[in-house]
């Protein structure tokens, strides 16, 4: 069974562009998160899908980030325009419930550099 | 609030031998969970292990164990038999019952030398 799986990997843009991250969950999960690690902070949450809707959006940090997630299957994470403070490790992460004793299972992440 | 503290930056251990990655937890709510991850230079976030509030005896997956005191609020892993493959960054984790949005500690950079 895949996991989960982002692309792209690595991204360098400049500032002031846009960059879009695709996060298609494990099959079945229902729950999509995406969390993110800027240079020497810890990893924070930004958001929740519960397949299609936004449960949880208390994360994002402003309006330059916009998430969807059309049909409740993959996800993307459009970042327009880039900031240098945008700069880290977005993670995409997906359960099948929410709850006590649910896992999260997470990706490899997209690294996104701006420049 | 929930906050996660993992006071050891960095540790070094042996190869073969046990470690003790420290991890402190502060919520207010009765039913959460603790994770841990590991995260090797490939960047995956890879799951490691669960303990539920009201699991009455400790997790145990593999080599991996986790000490969970829940008066002293602490969640330790344990990794018996170290091996170089060990050598990653690990975050403990910390999420409310009702919801699965987790609280990640800095991490610990661990590498086991041979």
């Known amino acids: 069974e895949a996991g989960v799986t982002q692309f792209p990997s690595h991204s360098v843009i400049e500032k002031g562009q846009t960059v879009t991250l695709r996060c298609d969950p494990i099959?079945?999960?229902?729950?999509l998160y995406w969390y993110r690690r800027v240079m020497g902070k810890e990893i924070k949450f930004l958001l929740h899908?519960?397949?299609?809707?936004?449960?949880?959006e208390s994360g994002m940090p402003n309006n330059r980030f916009l998430a969807e997630r059309t049909g409740g299957t993959y996800s993307t994470l459009k970042v327009q325009p880039a900031e240098l403070e945008d700069s880290g490790v977005y993670f995409c992460?997906?359960?099948?419930?929410?709850?006590?004793?649910?896992?999260?299972?997470f990706g490899e992440g997209s690294w996104l550099t701006v420049v | 609030a929930q906050k996660i503290t993992q006071t050891q930056p960095g540790m070094f251990v042996q190869e073969k031998e046990a470690v003790t990655l420290d991890c402190t937890y502060d919520?207010?709510?009765?039913?959460?969970?603790l994770f841990w991850y590991k995260q090797p230079s490939s960047g995956e976030m890879i799951f490691l292990i669960y303990?539920?509030?009201?699991?009455?005896q400790n997790a145990t997956e593999g080599r991996y164990s986790l000490n969970f005191q829940k008066a002293r609020k602490s969640a330790n892993l344990v990794i018996s038999a170290s091996q170089l493959g060990d050598s990653a960054m690990y975050f403990c984790a910390i999420k409310r019952g009702a919801t699965n949005k987790l609280i990640f500690g800095t991490g610990t950079l661990l590498a086991v030398q041979p």
């Open positions: 099959s079945g999960h229902d729950n």
């Open positions: 919520t207010s709510d009765p039913s959460y969970g």
């Open positions: 303990q539920g509030s009201y699991d009455q």
């Open positions: 992460a997906s359960s099948q419930a929410v709850g006590y004793g649910n896992t999260i299972y």
């Open positions: 899908f519960v397949k299609e809707s936004k449960q949880d």
